[in-house]
């Protein structure tokens, strides 16, 4: 199938307005927080985009001086915990102070792209056992860092790992399978990650421009993040406030080359198609999108392939990762909670590190705020094997 | 909720469960020669020589998988196909191949092409461009040999609608062996409610033999 047979799918389906859905079968958002290099916290990461200011700066850590670029996002740590990988330490930050109660029983699932890495790098380097560092391996701790005891997997899907992960999830909850799900997400900075992009010259030698005319590659940034979702009747049963709904998703993949993505962005447009199918939303009720927005040339042009096929007129859409640099697989989780704070603050914080617009973003990214009215907003990633995700969140307008 | 084709590939062993297929084999390359003359791939897939062990491995095995379930790469069928790959290993060898070798190189510049299969979701990034499956394609992991799990989640996935089929992939040091769940029967062709095989799985020891699942396909053997 192409983009274009879906989008006529969606516009029968739809009737060219936003339904109101049967809460049932929403997955509602009843908390978030998030581990930036802009700081602790979802005001920390907010304030951080709206300031218009890179987190991304000169590395010393991880060889970065020898790379392509000697520049990423790194989280402030504490020593505290430095016994541990950078991995745990950033989810034992993120988890120090809990901004949400999660019901013990809570299903967890972990995004991730590379885990607890550098216990491979020390075997590597020490001449020790190859068997630390397996992805599966990190869900005890997690679990435990977390207060959580369910069912746990690892869900990994390149650098959609965490948009993949909320899907499972909200299908999880749609299905009965589970009334709550923990979707954690995290990715940190090693030398395992810089001199493989490094390797694939995919690194911007200077700070990443997503959208920018002039973009030249991604920059490497790290974080964790949580979200918590539950179905409607636990959260109105066990007093949750509803925080956003996760009304639709859909995965997709270009099946056409192991880095680069599809030039055409088919399948990226009929993942953003189904989900809004799925969400049973029209294109005119998007306010906001939480765009991929990498800074590479390749991905950037896609993304704006596919959002034009979609959309008949521009929407605000900004991409964080010229701030936060490229977060890996937790940048969806990143930008979701992003989205979530732009509708609730009725702005679309702007695209920094983008000076000169690109013509085929003009109108639809801006390197200043951009208001947000009414609506619901789109999260788009992408990944390398040329994996496709969208999800649609609803959030509380103005409150 | 159906499977409607199963293979399984071992070091010296292949076979497929509803079209009883089985045979052995002297390596992946001469695995990949024998499924070419059979026509159960058509054509050169192109860079299968460089793919990595593990991408060849679950290459194969998918392919033995698409032809039990007669689906045709590069398809209708196919695109509306994805690819969950579920295994304690994720991509702990490729990880550690790469890194060696940059160790090895001075820690100046790591080898891209070893570079791009350190995600666990690169096997069956290599097996969705050979085959076409345009489908969701994701790696789960839960530390336990759990097939169970990694069924019903690719099925959950058909059921939600994200795919018409799921190619369940299930990958230890030994074995790999691949299901092709969907949510509806093929024409003319037997296939196994997928709860009747979740529930046989329960009287396995050990997820280290997935391919004694396909044993579970009793109706066909």
Redesign the interface.
């Known amino acids: 199938m192409n983009g274009n047979s879906d989008k006529g799918y969606l516009a029968s389906s739809s009737r060219g307005g936003h339904r109101d859905k049967d809460r049932r079968h929403c997955a509602a958002i009843v908390g978030y927080d998030v581990l930036t290099p802009y700081g602790r916290g979802v005001a920390a990461l907010w304030d951080g985009l709206l300031s218009a200011k890179s987190a991304i700066r000169e590395c010393r850590q991880f060889r970065a001086p020898t790379f392509r670029s000697g520049k990423a996002a790194l989280v402030a740590l504490p020593d505290a915990h430095s016994n541990r990988s950078r991995t745990m330490r950033l989810l034992a930050e993120l988890f120090a102070a809990p901004t949400m109660r999660s019901p013990s029983e809570a299903e967890l699932l972990v995004a991730t792209t590379t885990g607890e890495i550098d216990l491979l790098e020390n075997t590597v380097l020490q001449g020790t056992d190859g068997n630390r560092g397996k992805l599966p391996d990190m869900l005890p701790a997690t679990a435990a860092l977390a207060h959580v005891s369910g069912p746990a997997a690892v869900v990994s899907a390149a650098c959609a790992s965490s948009t993949v992960a909320l899907a499972q999830a909200m299908i999880m909850i749609r299905c009965g399978v589970a009334d709550t799900v923990l979707v954690v997400a995290v990715d940190s900075l090693s030398e395992f990650l810089f001199s493989g992009f490094s390797a694939l010259m995919a690194l911007d030698e200077d700070v990443a421009r997503p959208f920018d005319r002039d973009r030249a590659g991604l920059s490497l940034g790290e974080a964790a993040a949580s979200l918590l979702l539950m179905s409607e009747t636990r959260a109105v049963r066990d007093g949750y406030r509803v925080l956003g709904r996760l009304t639709g998703a859909a995965m997709t993949n270009d099946a056409n080359h192991m880095t680069g993505p599809s030039r055409d962005g088919a399948q990226l447009t009929r993942a953003i198609c189904r989900a809004l199918q799925d969400a049973s939303t029209a294109p005119e009720h998007i306010a906001v999108i939480a765009a991929h927005g990498t800074g590479t040339r390749y991905n950037d042009a896609m993304e704006m392939k596919a959002l034009t096929a979609v959309f008949d007129s521009p929407r605000p859409t900004f991409s964080v990762k010229g701030g936060t640099g490229h977060t890996m697989g937790s940048a969806g989780l990143v930008q979701a909670v992003a989205a979530l704070e732009a509708i609730r603050h009725g702005l679309a914080p702007p695209t920094i590190g983008m000076r000169n617009v690109d013509d085929a973003a003009r109108g639809w990214v801006a390197s200043e705020a951009q208001t947000v009215g009414g609506g619901a907003a789109l999260v788009v990633n992408a990944g390398f094997g040329g994996i496709n995700a969208a999800v649609i969140l609803e959030g509380e307008h103005g409150k | 909720m159906y499977i409607i084709g199963i293979s399984w590939l071992r070091e010296n062993g292949y076979g497929t469960a509803r079209l009883g297929l089985h045979g052995e084999h002297g390596g992946l390359r001469d695995l990949y020669r024998n499924l070419r003359n059979m026509e159960i791939i058509t054509g050169a897939l192109k860079d299968f020589g460089r793919f990595g062990p593990e991408s060849k491995r679950v290459c194969l095995c998918a392919a033995l998988a698409l032809h039990d379930a007669a689906l045709p790469p590069h398809s209708?069928e196919t695109?509306?196909t994805?690819?969950l790959v579920a295994g304690?290993?994720?991509?702990?060898d490729a990880?550690?191949s790469?890194?060696?070798d940059?160790?090895a190189a001075g820690?100046?510049?790591?080898?891209?092409n070893l570079?791009?299969y350190?995600?666990?979701?690169?096997p069956?990034?290599?097996t969705?461009?050979a085959?076409?499956?345009?489908?969701?394609?994701?790696?789960?992991?839960?530390?336990?040999a759990d097939g169970r799990?990694a069924l019903?989640?690719a099925a959950?996935?058909v059921?939600?609608?994200?795919a018409r089929t799921m190619l369940c992939t299930l990958v230890d040091r030994d074995a790999v062996a691949c299901y092709a769940i969907s949510s509806q029967k093929q024409p003319d062709q037997p296939c196994l409610p997928l709860q009747d095989v979740v529930a046989a799985s329960g009287e396995t020891a050990s997820f280290e033999e997935p391919w004694e699942w396909s044993m579970f396909a009793k109706g066909w053997l």
């Open positions: 209708p695109s509306e994805g690819l304690p290993e994720g991509a702990q990880n550690l790469y890194f060696r940059y160790i820690r100046g510049l790591g080898r891209g570079f791009i350190t995600l666990p979701t690169s069956a990034a290599e969705a461009i085959f076409g499956l345009n489908g969701p394609l994701l790696y789960s992991g839960r530390g336990v799990h019903q989640d959950r996935l059921a939600a609608g994200q």
